[in-house]
């Protein structure tokens, strides 16, 4: 652990039963189901993989943003995702109604460069957020991110921090 993120507060997001769960003072809060990589597990840059390790939460975007908020560089396009919309964009990757940018925490594994290039979390642009409601959950179909319902990314966005711990483990 660093000195950023808080002991007593947790996110697990676990790969193999694709869940994210929220602890405090080491008891579960309540657990999301969720969508991480359909690329599987892996840090490098371009690879389209989900990173493991430790994380803190480095940014919160889209606080003050309606639910359905369709983000495209992490600004708010003034969009409200829904079905027409969806259908007439079918290839764009959805970004919806809060983003929680996370940041690696070990050198080489999830943060900087290691041997084969660039790995780091932050720098992959690694997000937790909202997706439409129309795309599964509980299958790995996702760019990297960890994909979530909206209404759970936005109750979840009220009762994280920045600096927040973030684990994500493969089983």
Do not use: W
């Given at each position: 652990m660093n000195n950023h993120a808080s002991l007593d507060k947790q996110l697990i997001i676990n790969i193999a039963q694709q869940t994210l769960?929220?602890?405090?003072?080491?008891?579960?809060?309540?657990?999301?189901?969720?969508?991480?990589a359909k690329n599987g597990i892996g840090s490098q840059q371009d690879s389209g993989c989900t990173p493991l390790g430790e994380h803190i939460v480095a940014e919160?975007?889209?606080?003050?943003?309606?639910?359905?908020?369709?983000?495209?560089?992490?600004?708010p396009t003034g969009e409200v995702y829904n079905a027409a919309l969806g259908i007439s964009n079918p290839n764009r990757d959805w970004i919806l109604s809060r983003i929680l940018w996370l940041s690696g925490l070990e050198e080489g594994v999830n943060k900087g460069h290691?041997?084969?290039?660039?790995c780091?979390?932050?720098q992959r642009y690694i997000y937790i957020h909202g997706t439409p409601d129309t795309?599964?959950?509980?299958?790995p179909?996702?760019?990297?991110?960890?994909?979530?319902?909206?209404?759970?990314?936005?109750?979840?966005?009220?009762?994280?921090?920045?600096?927040?711990?973030?684990?994500?483990?493969a089983s």
């Open positions: 769960t929220l602890y405090k003072q080491h008891k579960v809060v309540v657990q999301y189901t969720v969508s991480t919160k975007i889209g606080g003050s943003e309606p639910m359905n908020a369709v983000f495209v560089g992490r600004v290691n041997n084969q290039g660039g780091d979390t932050y795309e599964p959950m509980s299958i179909l996702s760019h990297g991110c960890v994909r979530m319902r909206n209404k759970d990314i936005v109750e979840l966005f009220d009762q994280v921090e920045e600096g927040d711990a973030v684990t994500i483990v």
